[in-house]
């Protein structure tokens, strides 16, 4: 779906205005990211009380190894959200070393690079992913 679109369907109110904007961020990071065999694309997406990342191969449409914090494993620990987004990070990076993954190319789907996705990166670099 064009940016077009979405401001079209959404159009009034502030939030829209963020949809909109951050759809437009995603369409245009899109054009140049994409994920290969070699090196899959690892994906975050954001909601205002969850994070979940995933490492997909585009070329067969696959999702190598995936991690969020309503997995079972993070679920009910305790912590702010970024200390969450850490340890989502290091469990995708377990996971993916586990599917033979050790390069990516990251997508931040059109968020800024702060915050939690920051920490999510973070954690996924410290624990053995490059990108």
Do not use: C, W
């Not at 033979?100 to 702060?114: E, M």
Request: hydrophobic share 40%.
């Amino acid at each position: 779906m064009s940016a077009t679109l979405l401001k079209r369907r959404n159009a009034g109110g502030t939030a829209a205005a963020r949809r909109v904007g951050r759809a437009r961020r995603h369409f245009r990071i899109r054009k140049h990211v994409s994920g290969t065999a070699e090196r899959p694309r690892l994906v975050v997406t954001r909601t205002l009380r969850n994070i979940t990342a995933q490492i997909v191969d585009d070329l067969k449409g696959h999702t190598l190894a995936s991690a969020s914090t309503l997995d079972a494993s993070i679920r009910g620990t305790d912590g702010d959200k970024k200390a969450l987004a850490t340890k989502v990070g290091t469990l995708l990076a377990e996971r993916a070393k586990a599917a033979g993954v050790g390069k990516v190319v990251f997508d931040r789907g059109g968020n800024r690079y702060a915050g939690r996705i920051a920490a999510l990166a973070d954690a996924a670099r410290e624990a053995g992913l490059e990108f």
